[in-house]
């Protein structure tokens, strides 16, 4: 918008360079073999995805790595379908909550793998409780979308 | 409470984009509280501010570059980074040690010199997984708006409401930022940004310096024959994952809770007169007065459509207009507790509820789908 008075453009770039650590090192390296790897809680047996060192709960350590099932269901959605920084894919994308089988947590990823351009036909398709499967891709880089997204069983 | 603490005085400046620079427009809100409560700057014995660091000012260390404006150098003073509400709450703890009389608590936010809420917010977002799948504050409200939705049978029509009430009563409030008559059909039809969420329902990004000044009981005489007593505060913090969540069932009941005990608070629906609650989201406010105990668990749509929560309801629920008419994003909560200041003063001007306002509570949330909420009840 034209202002009728003097304004300052700035931009403030950071570079930084994060740990990941041996969890999500561990975790990554699975996403690159096609595995999603969670871990048990010792003390109230949970399985948390993605894998942790810790318990937030019980705040006990996680030790027992276990590979989760690819596939669950939709627990939540949303078809986003505007322009922000930083956002995964061009939109429209649909964001999605999905309990993988045998988890007892949500796994945050993109449902997928069916056309999104019209939200009406997409609504008649993607509901709650629908079964969903991971969809990998070809050129992984130990990276979260390396799962491309979940589609439709 | 040990030492009862009060709110003497209060300032904030309108939502709406400023030609005013940033120090300027928080001298000029410091400098109005303070003569408000009759007091100079040599009066303040200590200040909580609250604000952002980069994201939502440009400016890292940006207490150091306030401080004169706020009134606070040569003095005492911190800052809260995250949610205002916590300022106000820090602030009567330091005169509750029982080494301070007089605090400034002050929030500032220019909101129209940001970037995009959401270019902040998914920073939020961890940068090794959920910032790689886009998570923002809205996409998380529309994950929780779609639970709700499904859950309790609520209705986008019922979401869409809150927007229209809220929006309909800051035409009442010369500080809002967004105001107008609107239909539920103007809400629902309007850009449809995260299905369920449309543009109308999601809150705005707007200008706030926002101010009160606390003083101890034994000195409220010397200032003020109003005083608005801080009766009780509460808060809590749920986990960051989202996944991890039970995003229905989160953390704001426990903070009431908290709240509600310190306040002597029984039955909120007859012990609190009005309510200004952070609802960056038009079904949050519905869902975060469940939580307060407004109404039963999955009853907020049938609340709405009963019209309690209406300006001159049995429960008027942001008569301000709240964060969907203005949202001056950190100030927003301090701002929910200075509209409840002014109910319970009576000098809320058009805004004013038409019941007798005696108690009142102030909301303020910060993180994705309410991870963290703070509750204050003021009161005469």
Known sequence: ?153 | MAKRVAMIAVAQNAGTESKDNFYDQAYRVTKEVLDKAGMTRDDIQTIVSASSDVFHGGISCANSYYWETTGAFLKNASRQDGESLFALFYGAMRIMTGHYDTALVISLCKGSENPPLDTCTLMYSDPFYFRNVGLTETLAAALQMRLYMEKYRISEEQCAKVAVKNLRNALGNPYAHKKGRFTVEDVINSERIADPLTEMQCAPKSEGMVATILVSEEKAKKYTNKPVWIKGFGSSIDSYGIGDRELLNGQLRQAAKRAYKMAGIKNPLEDIDMAEVTEPYAFQELLWCEDLGFCRKGQGGKMIDSGMTEKNGEMPVNPSGGVLANNPYVSRGLQRAVEAFLQIRGEAGERQVEKKVKTALAHGVHGFAGQCHAVAILGR
């Open chain 1, 1 to 153: 918008m034209t202002k009728e008075f003097r304004t300052v453009k700035t931009e403030i770039r950071l570079p930084y360079e994060l740990a990941y650590g041996e969890t999500w090192t561990r975790f990554f390296d699975g996403m690159q073999e096609k595995k999603i790897y969670g871990n048990t809680c010792p003390k109230c047996n949970r399985v948390l995805v993605p894998a942790r060192a810790f318990c937030p709960r019980c705040f006990v350590d996680m030790d027992k790595w276990v590979e989760v099932s690819q596939e669950g269901t939709l627990i939540a959605w949303s078809y986003t379908n505007y322009k922000y920084y930083g956002m995964p894919t061009e939109p429209p994308f649909i964001g999605a909550l999905i309990r993988l089988d045998g988890t007892d947590v949500n796994f945050l990823h993109l449902l997928g793998g069916i056309d999104l351009s019209n939200f009406e036909e997409v609504r008649k398709i993607v509901k709650n409780g629908m079964k969903l499967k991971a969809v990998w891709s070809d050129d992984r880089k130990a990276h979260i979308m390396d799962i491309k997204y979940f589609k439709p069983v």
